[in-house]
T-cell receptor
Framework: DAGVIQSPRHEVTEMGQEVTLRCKPI?????LFWYRQTMMRGLELLIY????????DSGMPEDRFSAKMPNASFSTLKIQPSEPRDSAVYFC????????????FGEGSRLTVL | GNSVTQMEGPVTLSEEAFLTINCTYT??????LFWYVQYPGEGLQLLLK?????DKGSNKGFEATYRKETTSFHLEKGSVQVSDSAVYFC??????????FGTGTRLKVLA
């Protein structure tokens, strides 16, 4: 299997611009998660989906962040407008309930907002 | 809700030294326990897991035992290698998928 695929791997943008991060989960996995990693706060769960439906978005920092999962093989995380404090590595992960909750992570998207 | 406490890093060891990274947790119900490892520039990957009390997870020479009475899941390795240099995360989950990851423990192994 190809694993969880994220794009872009690196994104540099200017404050105020829209950023869209993309994720393709492992085929057959029912759960999809978006995490943000920073040195100061570690790994934070932003939102997760089950069968394409958002289950818990309590970790989304503010209205500038939105996430969608239009189908089982694709999800996006959008930041509009972006701010320098959004600079972080954003990870997508997927899971199959039959695997006792093991998460499979993508390689991450490193976002730098200038 | 779930929470996890890991020892502060960085931990610096010489090659072939013994490693312990402490992890204690609070969780509702009977959580499954995981250790994940993150190598530089990569995402997290599962290192080992234990799904019930007294289970021992093991992989690549690493071990951890699910201690329900002390709510701990300490990671150990008898002889570390330079290639073990990474960040290690302890993560309990009790079925809600709200994993709580701490900031992790960075391990640096010197040749």
């Amino acid at each position: 299997d190809a694993g969880v695929i994220q794009s872009p791997r690196h994104e540099v943008t200017e404050m105020g611009q829209e950023v869209t991060l993309r994720c393709k989960p492992i085929s057959g996995h029912d759960y999809l998660f978006w995490y943000r990693q920073t040195m100061m706060r570690g790994l934070e769960l932003l939102i997760y989906f089950n069968n394409n439906v958002p289950i818990d978005d309590s970790g989304m920092p503010e209205d500038r962040f939105s996430a969608k999962m239009p189908n089982a093989s694709f999800s996006t995380l959008k930041i509009q407008p972006s701010e320098p404090r959004d600079s972080a590595v954003y990870f997508c992960a997927s899971s199959d309930p039959g695997l006792f909750g093991e998460l499979f992570f993508g390689e991450g998207s490193r976002l730098t907002v200038l | 809700g779930n929470s996890v406490t890991q020892m502060e890093g960085p931990v610096t060891l010489s090659e072939e030294a013994f490693l312990t990274i402490n992890c204690t947790y609070t969780a509702t119900g009977y959580p499954s326990l995981f250790w994940y490892v993150q190598y530089p520039g990569e995402g997290l990957q599962l290192l080992l897991k234990a799904t019930k009390a007294d289970d021992k997870g093991s992989n690549k020479g690493f071990e951890a035992t699910y201690r329900k009475e002390t709510t701990s899941f300490h990671l150990e390795k008898g002889s570390v290698q330079v290639s073990d240099s990474a960040v290690y995360f302890c993560a309990p989950t009790s079925g809600t998928y709200k994993y709580i990851f701490g900031t992790g423990t960075r391990l640096k192994v010197l040749a």
